[in-house]
Structure formats: structure tokens, C-alpha cells
């Protein structure tokens, strides 16, 4: 049979002409790399078009060369691909590594005639060492490191890998001091992270440092990490929360044969705040008791009293919008022992003790709360109340009441700031600012009373803390009266 050689031409349908190889002008088209043709229509557009904006004009170039670059996904796809795969590339090197070992003790062994594989250890030593192989190891981990604190300000940081599971141990702290264990695995590819709590837990308390002193293994049986079923339990909202504070602080001072002279000194604060809040629907109602009493010691001096305070306050209050609430308030503030003014060693004026004085400030208006630590009350109708138990030992004089009478009124508006944050993670701001300003009393129209605390943060419990109270009383005086406290102690909150 006679074999004839078939010329295939290009088919024709009338202007247009198809090629034989179809391929060929693929390879050639620009932006082959992009499946969706109306995309490359699009590039192809807009390369055409000049708008007016310059900026747009660049913004365009920059994404329509981000859209044409192939080199830039081939080169995604290859890390991809390579992320996937780099359990198993670990573990064949691991595996080669392994066996170059043997063949080492092996080779360098007199009883046993073994021939060293260099063919092996050369390949091994060239991925090892390669750059490439290197960088892409590195970027195949995700560098996010996760840190996760209780609050005890107790911290764990650990790092998420690809490929890699992991199990980490957490103390969950709550306010009361009870700990629960629990443990945080890293699952793979990385991205997942579980919670699992301790078989058998129940409500405990437990010392921390000997739980961190003692060595923990992670490596547990798989029936360890088990969870039990969950049992549905009925929720409800709580209503009432209260909650108390206890500071303990001292302040020593000695001196013995000393030639810069001085005396030895003691002084002991203790600080009671409790409080009782209620929060319903758009209802509010929040109560405090605050005690504070200081002693203070000097050389041979008797132990005198050089602080007291005790204040109540009870304030209801009816949200009108946003963070507004139509507010009313009841203060009460006095002292409960005996106060002495000492005008020499041996010489002292008693000038107060239980509601002696006694101040109690009834007020309405609107109180400004955006969150649960900070308070502006704006009142502009208050009734301010001065009250003498004893005015026979004690001159009513000292406290603007006048003599033969017990108790002095007043009318006038009330403002009264309260807040509380946090400086540097370690630093505790509490700031009050209560004004008065009168009405009637031309004479004694306006007190003040700012007082800031800062407490520095040791510990869980130790606390160093520095107090200022400035007053501002016309009842008493024309001048500023100023007050400081430098203490070191504890802090407990129930």
C-alpha cells in the first residue's frame, strides 16, 4: 500500500482561521495564568482607559501587576504544597539522620566490618545545610505566639506550629482565689486550640507556688483527656452581687545610737470597704460601707489615733438614656471613736467622736456611668445635714453650727466624681471628688474633698500604697487641708 503524507492545513470559515496547534497560541496569550476570562478582558480594558485621578491611575499599574504576575503563583502554590508535605520531610530526614547514626557507631566499631554509606550523608548534609530548604522550613511555622493570663496575673506563652500537637498546663484562677487545672492543647495544622478541664474537679482552694514548684508531664494516657458528658443546668440572672476588700498596712521605723538623732515609730492602717449592688432591667442600686483607722506610734508617746472615717453611701437609680440614670443619694459620714487635737506631748483636745460630727447629704439628680468604674453624679438640688451627738465636751464652733444648737442645715448642688483604673498593668488609681456649693450660706458656701489612692502591685496580696486627701472647708478654715500616707501591707478581696 502506497503511504501518502497528509499536509494538515489551517480550517477556514470565511475571514477567520484556526491554527493547527492550539497549544502553541495558548502558551503565547498574556495572562494565561488567569482562569476567569472575564478577568483578563477586564486587564485588558483597563489598560486601555487613562483616568483623570492620577492616584487612581497608580493604584491600578500596582494591582493590574499583582494580577499579571504568574511567578508570583507558581511560587505561592510550591510554598503551599511544600507546608503540606513538611511533617513528612521532617520525618524523612529524621529517619536518614537516624539511620547515619547506626552506620557511624557501626563504621567506627573493630568487631563488626560495616562500609559507611557517604552517598547517604552526603544527601542529608546538602538538605540540612540547604538555604532553601532552610527558609522554607521556617516560614512553614506560624510565628504567633498566644499568651494566656488568670487573675492572678499569672501567665503562660507558648507558640502554635504547624504539624506539631502540644499540650500545655494552665492554673484558671477566679476573683475568689479558687484554682482549677487545665490543660491547652495546640492541635493541627496549627489554627486550633482546646480547653480541657481536670477529671474530678470540685471547688478548692490551692496553693499556687507549691503547684508550680511540682514538675507536671504532659505525657498522659488518651483516656486522661476524655471529657464527660455535660449535664444541662438552668441559667439564671443574678440580681444582687456584693463583694468586700480588706488592706492591712504598716509603716516601722529604728533607730538605735543613732548620731543623726530620731525616734523609733510604728503606724498601723487598716482599710474595710464592703459593697452591695443590685442591677435589674434598667433599675440600679448601689450601697458601700467604707472604714479606714490608723494608729501611729512616736518614741515614748502614747499610740493616738491620726486617722478614721466611716462613710455610707446608698444611691438608687433609674436609666434615662445611653449611660444617663435619674439618680437619688444618701451619704453618711463620721467617725466612731474619740479624736484628740494635741497641741504638746502631754496635752491633748478632744474635738470629736461618734457623730460628733456627723454629716449626712440627701441629693438628687443624674449620675453619668459608661462602665462599672466610673461614676459623675451632677445634682443640682442637695440637703446637707451637720449633726453634733455631744456639744459639751466638744465646740459646735469648729463645725459651723452655732452655739446652743446641735445640727445646722444647708441647701446647694453636689458634685461627686468616682473612678478607678489602672496605670502599667501594676499601678491601681482610686480617685473621689465630692463638692458642695451652698445656696444660702454666702460665708460657707463651698467644700471639697479629693482623694487619690495608688496601689502598687507586689503580688496577688502585698500591695505598697501612697494616699493623699486634700480638704477644702470653709467651716473650718480658709486654707487648703492636706494629708499623705506612705504604707506597705496586704490587700484581700471576698
Same mark, same amino acid.
Given at each position: 500500500?502506497?503511504?501518502?503524507?497528509?499536509?494538515?492545513?489551517?480550517?477556514?470559515?470565511?475571514? @477567520? !482561521?484556526?491554527?493547527?496547534? +492550539?497549544?502553541?497560541?495558548?502558551?503565547? /496569550? $498574556?495572562?494565561?495564568?488567569?482562569?476567569?476570562?472575564? #478577568?483578563?478582558?477586564?486587564?485588558?480594558?483597563?489598560?486601555?482607559?487613562?483616568?483623570?485621578?492620577?492616584?487612581?491611575?497608580?493604584?491600578?499599574?500596582?494591582?493590574?501587576?499583582?494580577?499579571?504576575?504568574?511567578?508570583?503563583?507558581?511560587?505561592?502554590?510550591?510554598?503551599?504544597?511544600?507546608?503540606?508535605?513538611?511533617?513528612?520531610?521532617?520525618?524523612?530526614?529524621?529517619?536518614?539522620?537516624?539511620?547515619?547514626?547506626?552506620?557511624?557507631?557501626?563504621?567506627?566499631?573493630?568487631?563488626?566490618?560495616?562500609?559507611?554509606?557517604?552517598?547517604?550523608?552526603? @544527601? !542529608?548534609?546538602?538538605?540540612? +545545610?540547604?538555604?532553601?530548604?532552610?527558609? /522554607? $522550613?521556617?516560614?512553614?511555622?506560624?510565628?504567633?505566639? #498566644?499568651?494566656?493570663?488568670?487573675?492572678?496575673?499569672?501567665?503562660?506563652?507558648?507558640?502554635?506550629?504547624?504539624?506539631?500537637?502540644?499540650?500545655?498546663?494552665?492554673?484558671?484562677?477566679?476573683?475568689?482565689?479558687?484554682?482549677?487545672?487545665?490543660?491547652?492543647?495546640?492541635?493541627?495544622?496549627?489554627?486550633?486550640?482546646?480547653?480541657?478541664?481536670?477529671?474530678?474537679?470540685?471547688?478548692?482552694?490551692?496553693?499556687?507556688?507549691?503547684?508550680?514548684?511540682?514538675?507536671?508531664?504532659?505525657?498522659?494516657?488518651?483516656?486522661?483527656?476524655?471529657?464527660?458528658? @455535660?449535664?444541662?443546668?438552668?441559667?439564671?440572672?443574678?440580681?444582687?452581687?456584693?463583694?468586700?476588700?480588706?488592706?492591712?498596712?504598716?509603716?516601722?521605723?529604728?533607730?538605735?545610737?543613732?548620731?543623726?538623732?530620731?525616734?523609733?515609730?510604728?503606724?498601723?492602717?487598716?482599710?474595710?470597704?464592703?459593697?452591695?449592688?443590685?442591677?435589674?432591667?434598667?433599675?440600679?442600686?448601689?450601697?458601700?460601707?467604707?472604714?479606714?483607722?490608723?494608729?501611729?506610734?512616736?518614741?515614748?508617746?502614747?499610740?493616738?489615733?491620726?486617722?478614721?472615717?466611716?462613710?455610707?453611701?446608698?444611691?438608687?437609680?433609674?436609666?434615662?438614656?445611653?449611660?444617663?440614670?435619674?439618680?437619688?443619694?444618701?451619704?453618711?459620714?463620721?467617725?466612731?471613736?474619740?479624736?484628740?487635737?494635741?497641741?504638746?506631748?502631754?496635752?491633748?483636745?478632744?474635738?470629736?467622736?461618734?457623730?460628733?460630727?456627723?454629716?449626712?447629704?440627701?441629693?438628687?439628680?443624674?449620675?453619668?456611668?459608661?462602665?462599672?468604674?466610673?461614676?459623675?453624679?451632677?445634682?443640682?438640688?442637695?440637703?446637707?445635714?451637720?449633726?453634733?451627738?455631744?456639744?459639751?465636751?466638744?465646740?459646735?464652733?469648729?463645725?459651723?453650727?452655732?452655739?446652743?444648737?446641735?445640727?445646722?442645715?444647708?441647701?446647694?448642688?453636689?458634685?461627686?466624681?468616682?473612678?478607678?483604673?489602672?496605670?502599667?498593668?501594676?499601678?491601681?488609681?482610686?480617685?473621689?471628688?465630692?463638692?458642695?456649693?451652698?445656696?444660702?450660706?454666702?460665708?460657707?458656701?463651698?467644700?471639697?474633698?479629693?482623694?487619690?489612692?495608688?496601689?502598687?502591685?507586689?503580688?496577688?496580696?502585698?500591695?505598697?500604697?501612697?494616699?493623699?486627701?486634700?480638704?477644702?472647708?470653709?467651716?473650718?478654715?480658709?486654707?487648703?487641708?492636706?494629708?499623705?500616707?506612705?504604707?506597705?501591707?496586704?490587700?484581700?478581696?471576698?
Amino acid at each position: 500500500m502506497e503511504i501518502r503524507n497528509l499536509d494538515v492545513q489551517p480550517l477556514e470559515s470565511g475571514q @477567520l !482561521a484556526f491554527p493547527a496547534n +492550539l497549544s502553541f497560541l495558548k502558551k503565547n /496569550l $498574556k495572562n494565561n495564568h488567569i482562569e476567569n476570562p472575564a #478577568i483578563r478582558y477586564a486587564i485588558q480594558n483597563l489598560k486601555k482607559e487613562k483616568h483623570r485621578d492620577a492616584d487612581l491611575n497608580n493604584a491600578l499599574d500596582v494591582l493590574m501587576r499583582y494580577a499579571q504576575n504568574d511567578t508570583l503563583k507558581n511560587m505561592v502554590n510550591y510554598i503551599r504544597d511544600y507546608v503540606s508535605t513538611t511533617c513528612k520531610n521532617e520525618e524523612a530526614l529524621n529517619t536518614v539522620n537516624a539511620r547515619l547514626v547506626i552506620d557511624s557507631i557501626r563504621y567506627a566499631s573493630d568487631t563488626v566490618r560495616y562500609t559507611f554509606d557517604s552517598d547517604l550523608r552526603t @544527601l !542529608a548534609s546538602y538538605i540540612q +545545610l540547604d538555604s532553601n530548604y532552610i527558609w /522554607l $522550613k521556617k516560614i512553614s511555622r506560624d510565628s504567633v505566639m #498566644i499568651e494566656i493570663s488568670n487573675t492572678t496575673d499569672s501567665t503562660l506563652k507558648f507558640w502554635i506550629n504547624n504539624g506539631r500537637k502540644e499540650y500545655h498546663r494552665f492554673w484558671a484562677v477566679n476573683k475568689l482565689g479558687d484554682s482549677i487545672g487545665t490543660w491547652i492543647q495546640v492541635a493541627p495544622p496549627g489554627n486550633t486550640i482546646r480547653f480541657y478541664v481536670d477529671d474530678d474537679v470540685y471547688r478548692s482552694k490551692m496553693d499556687l507556688k507549691k503547684a508550680r514548684a511540682k514538675k507536671i508531664s504532659n505525657r498522659l494516657a488518651a483516656s486522661y483527656y476524655h471529657l464527660q458528658a @455535660l449535664t444541662p443546668g438552668e441559667l439564671h440572672r443574678r440580681h444582687w452581687t456584693y463583694y468586700s476588700e480588706v488592706e492591712m498596712a504598716m509603716g516601722q521605723g529604728y533607730v538605735a545610737n543613732w548620731s543623726g538623732g530620731g525616734e523609733n515609730s510604728l503606724s498601723v492602717l487598716s482599710n474595710l470597704r464592703y459593697f452591695i449592688n443590685y442591677n435589674k432591667n434598667k433599675t440600679s442600686w448601689e450601697n458601700f460601707l467604707h472604714y479606714r483607722l490608723g494608729f501611729l506610734k512616736s518614741g515614748d508617746q502614747n499610740i493616738r489615733k491620726n486617722e478614721e472615717k466611716l462613710e455610707l453611701n446608698s444611691k438608687v437609680g433609674q436609666k434615662a438614656f445611653k449611660h444617663w440614670y435619674y439618680t437619688a443619694q444618701l451619704n453618711i459620714l463620721t467617725t466612731v471613736f474619740n479624736s484628740y487635737e494635741y497641741s504638746g506631748e502631754n496635752e491633748k483636745k478632744k474635738i470629736g467622736n461618734f457623730m460628733t460630727p456627723g454629716y449626712f447629704t440627701l441629693s438628687v439628680g443624674m449620675d453619668y456611668k459608661p462602665n462599672d468604674n466610673f461614676s459623675l453624679y451632677l445634682s443640682p438640688i442637695a440637703g446637707k445635714w451637720t449633726y453634733l451627738r455631744d456639744t459639751v465636751g466638744i465646740d459646735p464652733g469648729r463645725y459651723g453650727v452655732d452655739a446652743g444648737k446641735k445640727s445646722k442645715g444647708d441647701a446647694g448642688a453636689r458634685v461627686e466624681l468616682r473612678n478607678k483604673f489602672s496605670l502599667f498593668k501594676f499601678i491601681d488609681v482610686r480617685n473621689e471628688l465630692i463638692m458642695f456649693s451652698s445656696y444660702y450660706n454666702s460665708q460657707q458656701s463651698f467644700t471639697g474633698n479629693w482623694q487619690v489612692q495608688l496601689d502598687f502591685k507586689i503580688n496577688y496580696f502585698m500591695r505598697a500604697s501612697v494616699y493623699t486627701n486634700v480638704v477644702y472647708d470653709e467651716n473650718y478654715s480658709k486654707k487648703l487641708q492636706f494629708k499623705e500616707n506612705l504604707n506597705l501591707g496586704v490587700n484581700f478581696r471576698f
